[in-house]
Structures are given as structure tokens and as C-alpha cells.
């Protein structure tokens, strides 16, 4: 097996029956699966759908999410998960970026997505799941013959889009080789096999959601998804499936704890692994962990650009005695399958034990590129293929690396990229404002917030005005959730606003600045 699609040809052949698949109580099976998905894929070809084209799916969590990236790998195209909680003008950018011939939304999204594409010269076709000729007629139309092989382990078959430093949505790319390169590894590393239940509650616009339940299935294992994340309702699904394995966000994963701590009759007892990420647990946290889970813990550091994580912090280091503590302010070791270096961003020298540098890694997982961005591919792979992570941290004397804060500023909150140079620009466009300096905050419930620090153009408004005009301009999650103005920015010799200077108040006093 070297491509996508498979997973499914092998799997249906060796355990037809055995469950791939299971959503909102409906199951299907390896071979059911690789039948529909065929369907599927003819239904797609029939449309001129084929090899190198793109195909997006907008819409929350849903099996259908999956059925695409295996059909579209089938005809030897590429699958986009997009954000449905974009703005439109933000969607709108990332469809002219990937133009892909076909847009598959649900019926909530379909405004977001006909306001997306109403600006375009050439707009995309839209299909709707819940229409009767769109989703469901495709696939009927289709054959569900087994088809041949098109694709090979070297084609693009997925793009996820990030944003960077500029602000720009950027589609990262990855081929059929760099995510079965990682397959094994972290199947290993999380207790996964052919008797796995994986709960698939991230998002699967994310790799976080996609890859996770990629990686299942890869072991002939079994995905249990769902759209919503309510905390109550994942615990029982979580008991009633005998879920195995399951990723949260931090936030995420104390909510599942607070759900079962308020119903002490329900166990996990089948639970393996939780992968959580995007921030450090706790000491409180963990000890709550400890006493109502009897699974382990692994905390996951990594980027889109890497396809998910760099190092681990594994279940032994989760302790809250002994000389290993200080561990838990880590984000662990480098991943088996992986490498990672702190170096002198200047020079791209290696640093000592306990020196602060930049965070580099390197994995066979890694992204091909961006999408149509060559320079940007080089400026953030070195010829000899290390990321550069734009995070900063150290190496203790035992391969534990620290991070410790952001060369660049993006800011994590409830587990998702915002970067400030987006926010400023909607923010600057307001006559009230002369500058500003969105930065992150420390957050109880979210990790850290968004904050934006204003110099006003003459009197200074409500706040809450700038907050609703960055809500009609950009996504709910990247808005600033607090303003404070100040009557001049401090700016260095060449007039740089100091964000350093802006962000220490807040920070003073929190070890780790980074998610």
C-alpha cells in the first residue's frame, strides 16, 4: 500500500466486513466503503473530474468528508477540507488560490460558499450533500465495480490550508507517500491496530481530523466521527462505542474530563491513547487526567507544514512526582520518524543544550510545498529539507525541547491559528484607528485570546465597535475578544511597533509563550 485509495482496496479484500466508518449510528463496512467510494469516483469521472484536479469540502465533520478523499483519490485528483467558519471574502481567497473544479458544501454552508464564489469570473460547480441531485445522485450514477489504480505515491492528493507571517492563506501540499510515510510510526507511538476505535471529533479541515482518521484506517481500524463536539454527548459515545483512541485540544480534553467527573458511574475502560496538542497540560489538569482516565497521555507538537506532530511527550513523562516533573512544561521528544534541531536562525548553526533558537524539523511527512509558491516553499524548507518552524525554543541535555515564545506571531487559541498581521489589516481599515498591534493573551479557557492594543485616531471609540467590525470582515475566532488603546506604540529606531514591549505585561509571570 503506498496511496490513499489503498487503504481501502486492501482492507475490503482482507476484512470486507469488518467496520470503517461510523456516523450519526450508521456503519459502514471496508467493503461497503471501497464500493461507495468507487461509485463515487465514477460518478466523478463521468463529470470530468480526473487526474491533478481539485475537489473542496466545506461543512462540519461528516462521513461524506472521508468518501470524498478516497473517491477523489481514485481518479487521481487532489481533496481540499475548507473552513467553514471563514468569512466569505477569506473563502473567497483560498477557492481562487486552489480553483477547484468542484465545491461539495452542506446545506448550512451553502450562503458562505455562493457568497465565496459570487465575486468569480469563472466560479466553481457546488454540490449539496442534502440535495437529492447533488451528493446522493452522484454517487448513484456511479459504478461500483472496483476500478484501476491511477495514482501513485508520489502525486499530490490533499491540500490544507494554513496562513503565515503576510497573513495569507497558504495551501500546504502533501502526496500519497508523505502521509503514509507516517502511518506506521505514529501507529505505533498511539496504540493503534486493526482492533482500534478512533474517535474523530477535530475538525477535518485540519490534518488534525483528517490525517487522525486516515491514520486509523491505514491499520484497519475503526473511525467513530462526529459533527458537534459536545462534551456530555462524547463521553457516552465514547463508552457506548468502546472508543480506543481519540485526539483532543486541550480544551477539548478538560471538558471530556469535567463530563465525566460529573457522571462518576461511567468508565473508558477501552481506552488506549489521547493525543492532545497546540498546548501544554496543566499540573491540575493532569491530575484530574490521571484520576478519571485509565488510558495514557500524549502531548503532540507540531505544524500543518509537517503533517501534524514533531515530538511527543509520551505517557511516561506525564507524572506529577519526581525529577521528571519539570518535564511537563515540554512539548516532549523528537517523533521516532522524525528529527528536530534549535538553531541560530541566522546562520542555521546548531545551538548548545539550554540555548534559545529557532525550532526545526524535519519528517519523510513533511509537505511537498505550498500550493504555487515556490518562493515561499524555499524560504520555509532548507535545501536539505528542514522546516523552518518560525517557533523558538531550546533542547535540554535529554532531547526535551522547550518553547519558549514566537518568532513569529501567531497566536493559538482554542486550537486555532490566528495570525495578527490578518487581524491588523481589518482593524487598520477603521477611521478610528491610527495603529495597531493585535497580540496574544493568556486565557484560562482558550489558552491564550486575542487582544488588540489600538492608538486611536482622535477620540477613542467603544470597543465594541472595532470588535463588530473585524466580526463582519473576518472569522469569529480570529476577532479580538478585548481592546485596550494607548496613546502611542512603542516602536524601535527603524519605527517597528515593539510587540514584545506590548505582550510582557500580560505574559509576565507564564513560563511557556507559546502553544
Request: charged letters at 20%.
Amino acid at each position: 500500500m503506498n496511496t490513499i485509495d489503498d487503504i481501502l482496496r486492501h482492507f475490503a479484500a482482507e476484512t470486507p466486513g469488518a467496520p470503517a466508518l461510523t456516523f450519526n449510528g450508521a456503519t459502514q463496512s471496508y467493503a461497503s466503503l471501497d464500493r461507495r467510494t468507487n461509485a463515487l469516483a465514477d460518478g466523478l469521472a463521468k463529470i470530468g473530474v480526473g487526474n491533478g484536479d481539485r475537489v473542496a469540502f466545506v461543512g462540519r465533520n461528516r462521513v461524506e468528508h472521508f468518501e470524498l478523499i478516497f473517491a477523489v483519490a481514485k481518479v487521481g485528483g487532489i481533496s481540499l477540507g475548507l473552513n467553514w467558519r471563514l468569512a466569505a471574502r477569506e473563502l473567497e481567497a483560498q477557492l481562487r488560490d486552489c480553483t477547484p473544479v468542484l465545491i461539495f458544501a452542506a446545506a448550512e454552508n451553502l450562503p458562505l460558499v455562493e457568497a465565496a464564489i459570487a465575486p468569480m469570473e469563472e466560479p466553481p460547480a457546488i454540490l449539496s450533500f442534502e440535495d437529492a441531485a447533488g451528493y446522493p445522485a452522484l454517487v448513484a450514477s456511479g459504478d461500483p465495480a472496483p476500478r484501476a489504480k491511477v495514482a501513485a505515491a508520489d502525486d499530490l492528493c490533499m491540500i490544507c490550508y494554513t496562513s503565515g507571517t503576510t497573513g495569507e492563506a497558504k495551501g500546504v501540499t502533501f502526496t500519497h507517500g508523505s502521509l503514509w510515510s507516517i502511518f506506521p510510526g505514529a501507529a505505533a507511538a498511539w496504540g493503534f491496530d486493526r482492533s482500534s476505535v478512533s474517535l474523530v471529533c477535530m475538525p477535518t479541515f485540519h490534518t488534525a481530523g483528517a490525517c487522525w482518521g486516515l491514520l486509523a484506517l491505514s491499520q484497519g481500524g475503526h473511525d467513530v466521527m462526529v459533527g458537534d463536539f459536545d462534551p456530555d454527548a462524547i463521553v457516552a459515545l465514547m463508552a457506548e462505542a468502546r472508543v480506543t483512541n481519540s485526539m483532543f485540544a486541550p480544551i477539548m480534553l478538560e471538558q471530556v474530563i469535567a463530563a465525566l467527573e460529573a457522571r462518576p458511574a461511567l468508565s473508558l475502560p477501552d481506552l488506549r491513547k489521547i493525543l492532545y496538542g497546540a498546548a501544554p497540560i496543566t499540573e491540575p489538569v493532569l491530575a484530574r487526567a490521571l484520576a478519571t482516565l485509565s488510558c495514557g497521555l500524549v502531548q503532540g507538537y507540531g505544524l500543518t507544514e509537517i503533517n501534524g506532530t514533531i515530538t511527543i511527550l509520551g505517557t511516561e513523562d506525564h507524572v506529577l512526582a519526581g525529577s521528571g516533573r519539570a518535564r511537563l512544561r515540554s512539548a516532549g521528544r523528537a517523533v521516532p520518524w522524525g528529527q528536530v534541531r534549535v538553531v541560530d536562525p541566522a546562520t542555521g548553526g546548531d545551538l548548545p543544550s539550554g540555548v534559545v533558537g529557532e525550532v526545526w524539523g524535519r519528517s519523510p511527512g513533511m509537505m511537498r510545498g505550498y500550493w504555487r509558491r515556490p518562493a515561499e516553499t524555499a524560504a520555509a524548507i532548507t535545501p536539505d529539507g528542514w522546516l523552518r518552524t518560525g517557533d523558538a525554543g531550546y533542547l535540554d541535555e535529554d532531547g526535551y525541547l522547550f518553547l519558549t515564545d514566537r518568532i513569529k506571531d501567531m497566536i493559538v487559541t482554542g486550537g486555532e491559528n490566528v495570525y495578527p498581521i490578518e487581524v491588523e489589516h481589518v482593524l487598520a481599515a477603521h477611521p478610528s484607528v491610527d495603529a495597531v498591534a493585535v497580540i496574544g493573551v493568556p486565557d484560562a479557557k482558550w489558552g491564550e485570546t486575542v487582544k488588540a492594543v489600538i492608538q486611536p485616531h482622535g477620540e477613542a471609540p467603544e470597543p465594541e465597535t472595532l470588535i463588530q467590525w473585524a466580526r463582519e470582515h473576518l472569522a469569529r475566532y480570529k476577532c479580538p475578544t478585548s481592546i485596550d488603546f494607548i496613546a502611542e506604540m512603542p516602536r524601535n529606531a527603524s519605527g517597528k511597533i515593539l510587540k514584545r514591549s506590548l505582550r510582557e505585561p500580560y505574559w509576565s509571570g507564564n513560563a511557556r509563550r507559546i502553544g
